[in-house]
């Protein structure tokens, strides 16, 4: 069935220094890719997304590429905070053969900014 | 109003007891979610509804029940649950099923004893 791969499970970076995690998929026919930050006992936040027309998206120090060909998305975050620390979640959203559309999360990636 | 709204937040119930989970959203979305999340892992799809129409039943145990009373309501009905159930329940929405980012509620912290 389809899968998404992420990595690293966890990433502990300096305060300022960049993050960078990233996800596979599987299905082919997967065209949107949104990215979800979870905070400790919150609810998941959509941060950024992009969608299989584009290659690349930038939002203020967030950003995310596309590689279609390769199959893999990365989220790209710069100038690391400590209130960046949070699990983030990538998925992939495709239309299935009955019509409906699913995402497909990766596992999460547990991000730790040291002050 | 942009947010999802579940209540309760927190809920204790025995192996016996029926309770309901409910989620409400006033942002016009017409499609909308009910995810299950254990301690660590990402949020497992149950239901979708589209248009207030079942759409996604990802072979859910029929001791839970979903029901989409109108646009806005959104409603996770739990009967004879077992104490593997327990986790949060998150409900979402989204404008429209299909390719778009969801807004996720709080969740509902549920704990079967």
């Known amino acids: 069935g389809e899968n998404v791969e992420q990595h690293p499970s966890t990433l502990s970076v300096q305060e300022g220094d960049s993050a960078v995690i990233k996800c596979t998929y599987s299905?082919?026919?997967?065209?949107?890719f949104p990215w979800y930050k979870q905070e400790l006992g919150k609810r998941p936040q959509l941060i950024i997304d992009i969608r299989s027309n584009v290659g690349e998206k930038k939002d203020q120090r967030i950003a995310v590429t596309l590689n279609k060909t390769a199959k893999h998305f990365s989220l790209h975050i710069t100038e690391t905070q400590p209130e960046d620390s949070a699990v983030y979640f990538c998925?992939?959203?495709?239309?299935?053969?009955?019509?409906?559309?699913?995402?497909?999360f990766g596992t999460g990636t547990r991000l730790k900014v040291l002050a | 109003d942009t947010e999802v709204t579940q209540t309760p937040k927190h809920l204790v119930m025995g192996m016996t007891n029926k309770k309901s989970l409910k989620c409400e959203q006033h942002?016009?979305?017409?499609?909308m979610y009910w995810y299950k999340q254990k301690a660590k892992k990402p949020p497992e799809l149950m239901f979708v509804y589209s248009y207030e129409k079942l759409s996604i039943n990802e072979s859910v145990p029929s001791r839970f029940s979903p029901e989409c009373p109108n646009s806005s309501l959104l409603n996770l009905h739990l009967h004879a649950l077992q104490p593997e159930d327990s986790a949060l329940y998150l409900c979402?929405?989204?404008?429209?099923?299909?390719?778009?980012?969801?807004?996720f509620g709080s969740g509902t912290r549920l704990t079967v004893v």
């Open positions: 942002m016009g979305h017409r499609a």
């Open positions: 979402a929405s989204s404008q429209v099923e299909g390719n778009y980012g969801y807004t």
């Open positions: 998925a992939a959203s495709s239309q299935g053969t009955s019509g409906t559309y699913k995402y497909i």
């Open positions: 299905d082919s026919a997967s065209n949107y």
